[in-house]
Each structure stands twice: as C-alpha cells, then as structure tokens.
C-alpha cells in the first residue's frame, strides 16, 4: 500500500461518503416502469469508487470559504461525468472491459443499451445539478460552472481526447501528440475539478490560475501513473485488466520514456504542482497531500 | 406529398439553411488529429434533417421579438440535441438502424465507438452553446435554458423515454404508460424548443404555459404520426426503415387504438394544439400552420 497519512486517508474517505450521499440523493431507488435505468446509473457511480476529482473539488471550494452545501453538487456532478465517462469507455465498441473496480461493468450488470442510455442519463444530469439554484445562488455562477465543464467534458477535451485515445490503437503519436491526448483525456477534467472551487468561490484570476497551473500538472502525473499501473500493476491490485497498452500496441508514456524517466517525471510533476500551491501559504495541504498520494497509488 | 402552404414551406426551408449555418460554425472542418470525431459530428447533423425542433424555437422566440442570433444559437442547441439522440439511438445495440434519411446512420459511415463519442460530444456542445454570452447577455436567462434542456433531455425526459422504448420491445405497456413514453421520448424536447423562445423573451407565465400546452398537443400529435408512419408508410418516402415497431411486437399508439382511431386522435390533438395558440391573436399563424403539417406529413 502507498504511504497514505492518516489525515489524507481520513479527509478521502470523508469526501467519498458525502459524494456518495449527495448522489444517493440524486439517484435515489424507483419502482418507475424506468427503474432499469436509475439502477444502472446508481451501479455506474455507487461503487466505492477513489473520488479524487470530489476530493479536488471539495478542498479548491476550501480555499475560499465555498458553502459545503454547494460544493458537494459541484463535487457530484464532476462525479457523474467521470462516472458517465466510464461506462460509455468500458462498452464492447470501446475498451471492451467487463470488470470495473473489481465489479461487472454496467453493460455486463445489465445490457449494453442500458449502458449507453445510462451514460448519456449521467451526463446530462450532471448539467442538471450544476444550473439548480441550490449549487450557487448567483446565476453568473452556474453559469460559469456549466461552461467550464462542458468544455473540459467535450470535443476539446474529455470527449476529444477519448477519440485521439481510440486512433492511438492504429497510429504511433509522438510524446507531444501523447501529452495532448492525455491533456484532453484526463487533464482537462482533473482541472475543471480544481477549478470548480474557485468558480464557486469568485476566486481572484492570480489565485484560480495557480489552481489551474496545479490540476495541470497532477493530471499529467496522473497519467503517467496510469500508464506505469497498466504497464506493471496487477489485476488484483488495480481492479481491472492490466497490460492493454502494450497488447493493443498503444504509444503510452512508458513505451515512448521507459518506465524509469517515466516515473521521474511523474515526480517533477507532483513537486512542479505543489510548489504552484505556495500562492496559498500552507493552506492548501490537502491539496499537495493528494498530489504525492496520486503518484504513490497502486490503482 | 402533404399540402405544405408556400410560406409554411418557404420558412421551413428557412429554418434548415440558418440552423445549418449555425451549426457548420459550430463544428468547422478540421486537421486536428481527432479530425474523425468532428467528421462524424457533422455527419450526424448537416444531413438535411427538416428541422422541425429549431423552427419551433425560432418561431417562438418571435412572438417574444427575441434578437434573431440569440435565437439561432438556442435552435442549434436543440438540434445537437436531437441529433446526438439518433445517433445513439441508431447504434446496434439499440435499434441497430443502418439508415437514417436515406443515408448511412454514423456508426455505419465511421464506427461504433466514433458513434458512441460523437453523440456524447453533440450532446456536450448543445449546452456549451447555451452556457455562452452569445446566446444570451442575461445569466440567468442562460442557465433557465440549460436547467430545461437537461430536464427534457435527461433521465425524467427523452433518455428516460428511451429506456422505456426499449423495455416496451419485451412488456405491454398500457395506453396510459405508452403515452408517458412518449412524452418522454419525443414530447419533452418538443417542449423544450417551444418554450426556449419564451425563455429567451422572458415571457409572461400565461404565454410560456400556453406555448408548453401546444407543444405537449403537438409532440404527441407528432409521435402519433410517427407510429402510423411506421406501421403504413414505406422506406424510399420516410427514409428510414418500416414496420420495426410490428416486428418487435411493440406496443404502439396503433397497435392499440388502431390506424383509424389513432389518425382521429392526432387530428383531434392538432385542433387542441392550434386553440392553446388563441392567446397570441393570430400572431402564432406559422406555429398553427407547422402543427397542421406534423400530421400530414409523410416522412
């Protein structure tokens, strides 16, 4: 196990729970004639998952006093994207991945258009959750909030960088084609999630930036671990298949660096983002915990 | 052909090269490496659809004298909308349709995963439209907008539609249960662009409840037809495939009222639909005139 403190796993595990039951509260059980579907979004999102994009937005939204009331939909409803994200990844035309967290995938718990469907029902919810008045009171806001995730959700991001993902399986990119990849497939998300708190919080320019600068960087450390996982984790410690880059001949980060310059740059990443949290004078500890933590996880 | 006036005809056409214009910005051609995903976003939508949703939007907006680019924007919204849900709705795994107007369907023309990503990247975009100054100066004119797409669009509404629709394939719904499918699937977004432009106008609660009552007439009005479309229309006038709902052994507006009943009842719908629009002193002729055409139309 990766050296986790006691006060990074506590503060983990206490944004897990309360994303958890915000979005309990936003799925909750029906006995609709519909109910298929609201039992396969609540198996796509309510399954222990690590909650790091929460985490992020919850301790951002810290940083400026934010009302937790609203910083737990916010949190939420990057979750469902990320969640969204996941079961549309994992269908047969995608990834192809029947274990998710060590559970059945949802088109594997239900049917593959269940999947689809469910997927596109979290997705738009998240825009649902994100324009109620009870995430922000000022409209300016939520606004603002929706803008920024449908960008980093979309073409030029999440959305974009999952196709460049699918045409890397029969293109050999270079590292700069990789790292926009990564960039777009991940980054983008982990930085909205930064940046929701300051969103949220009317941040100054200087300090949303610093914010920003920090998601860059962890997300691109992120990444890099990814790839280190699948290229040396086991099925058993990450919960899902491993080695599917190399078999499917994929240019990753470890094929392109290595393992070992790989793994270095994942450091000066992570010391790279804390030392873009100095703007907050030691209040941002969680924040530079959670950096060190994501390059020493093991799934 | 149905008997379409020259001026209903005239603003139809209208209607599809301005929300085609739109949405050709929208999605410019590219060379970026993802190219594919926007190649395929553009077959989804600039394939000569009729464009129903954004003449309702604009021609709502115009009984509120809503500036005419603002306007544009929230029809494109709409129709990226509509086109995601095709696109998603064609896929194999759900209604596995090879053709739509008489063009290959998007997994057909690219691929399945390409389908999957393009629709969830149209999605994405119709509420970054919304979310922007353009299409609207006032903020919280914006997130109502993106508050009632994602309500119509979402779980409670077409998405949660869908997963009825498929459900209905294996379990006889009863009329009562059918008819809520089909607000869901077809009704709710039909509403959304009928009240868009009194959400944009900021119109009086009597003009928005009024223009939401013709549109729940219409869109049922609408699906109505679809099912006699399907049940008696033929491939090369619809464009699309036939008789799928028989051969699923789906229950349909016209398995259980049968074909005459049905016709009555979308006739008499229309009629109801063109009193709701009395409010508006005859200023509403060309909303009038589209609901006459919904029923008459052949494909």
Not at 161 to 178: K, S, W, Y
Request: charged residues 25%; glycine residues 8%; proline residues 4%.
């Amino acid at each position: 196990m990766p050296s986790v403190s006691p006060s990074l796993a506590a503060a983990l595990a206490d944004t897990a729970e309360r994303v958890e039951a915000c979005i309990e509260r936003l799925l909750p059980r029906t006995d609709l004639a519909e109910a298929k579907l609201f039992h396969a979004m609540r198996h796509a999102c309510l399954n222990g998952g690590k909650r790091l994009r929460p985490f992020l937005v919850l301790h951002g939204a810290d940083l400026f006093g934010v009302n937790q009331d609203c910083a737990i939909r916010a949190a939420a409803a990057v979750e469902l994207v990320h969640c969204y994200s996941l079961v549309h990844d994992d269908l047969p035309a995608m990834d192809d991945a029947d274990l998710r967290r060590g559970k059945p995938t949802v088109h594997k718990a239900f049917d593959e258009a269940t999947a689809i469907l469910a997927g596109d029902g979290l997705l738009t919810m998240a825009f649902e959750v994100l324009a109620n008045p009870e995430t922000h009171e000022d409209p300016q806001v939520r606004i603002n909030l929706v803008a920024a995730l449908a960008r980093a959700a979309g073409t030029h991001g999440m959305v974009g960088g999952q196709m460049l993902d699918l045409i890397a399986e029969t293109t050999q990119f270079d590292i700069g084609t990789i790292t926009r990849l990564q960039r777009m497939k991940t980054g983008d998300m982990i930085a909205f999630s930064c940046e929701a708190g300051a969103i949220l919080g009317r941040a100054a320019p200087p300090l949303r930036h610093a914010l920003r600068a920090y998601a860059h960087d962890l997300g691109l450390a992120f990444q890099i671990v990814d790839d280190l996982l699948d290229a040396e984790g086991s099925e058993a410690e990450t919960g899902k298949p491993v080695q599917r880059d190399a078999a499917a001949g994929k240019a990753t980060f470890v094929s392109i660096l290595g393992a070992e310059r790989a793994r270095a740059q994942a450091e000066m990443l992570v010391q790279q983002a804390e030392r873009h949290l100095d703007i907050f004078d030691g209040r941002a500890d969680m924040l530079c915990q959670v950096a060190r933590y994501v390059i020493e996880r093991r799934s």
